[in-house]
T-cell receptor, first 112, second 114 residues
């Protein structure tokens, strides 16, 4: 049973545009929500993470928005660049747990 | 080491053969994890090591899968009598403490069973 649902499966955006990826979770005990970026042939790398005590976190061009009541969170990539072309995974965990539950991933293609 | 190292990076094997996948975690990381990534799917948890013991093996798909870790360092994931559905990227991660934050992933081993 998939505990984190991610959409869309893929998206194409023009350089300079905004990429938006959405995730929804079921387990209300989750309190740590990271996003991972994966380039072809590489392992996932932590991009940005949020905890439910804040509704938004921004790091450079990457922003996580978090809606606790809706059990949803999203990644916004502002001013998308060709170097942002990668697969993005959302994940969720309880802060006292070692296991991450991952979404299915979104392949982002940024066209120059 | 500077990062998590996995070998081989690619492995093609015939159905029914056994394979061993190796993971060298970051030095000092006591926690080590194996995940599986099937094409177009998210990462599936396989097993977690704390030191040399594996308190959670709940994600291993069948008894054909086993893993061990020695010296709080290298871990080996073994798949016996491989099947085509075992084809996937096997990712290893390590962390300083056993929490979901702080993972560093290796680049994975792409296993293809023909």
């Amino acid at each position: 049973q998939q505990q984190v649902k991610q959409s869309p499966q893929s998206l194409i955006v023009q350089k300079g545009g905004i990429s938006i990826i959405n995730c929804a979770y079921e387990n209300t005990a989750f309190d740590y929500f990271p996003w991972y970026q994966q380039f072809p042939g590489k392992g996932p790398a932590l991009l940005i993470a949020i905890r439910p005590d804040v509704s938004e976190k921004k790091e450079g061009r990457f922003t996580i928005s978090f809606n606790k009541s809706a059990k949803q969170f999203s990644l916004h990539i502002m001013d998308s660049q060709p170097g942002d072309s990668a697969t993005y995974f959302c994940a969720a965990s309880r802060s006292n747990d070692y296991k991450l539950s991952f979404g299915a991933g979104t392949t982002v293609t940024v066209r120059a | 080491g500077a990062g998590v190292s996995q070998s081989p990076s690619n492995k093609v094997t015939e159905k029914g053969k056994d394979v061993e996948l190796r993971c060298d975690p970051i030095s000092g990381h006591t926690a080590l994890y194996w995940y599986r990534q099937r094409l177009g799917q998210g990462l599936e948890f396989l097993i977690y090591f704390q030191g040399n013991s594996a308190p959670d093996k709940s994600g291993l798909p069948s008894d054909r899968f086993s893993a061990e870790r020695t010296g709080e360092s290298v871990s080996t994931l073994t798949i016996q009598r491989t099947q085509q559905e075992d084809s996937a990227v096997y990712l290893c991660a390590s962390s300083l403490i056993h929490r979901g934050y702080g993972y560093t992933f290796g680049s994975g081993t792409r296993l293809t069973v023909v």
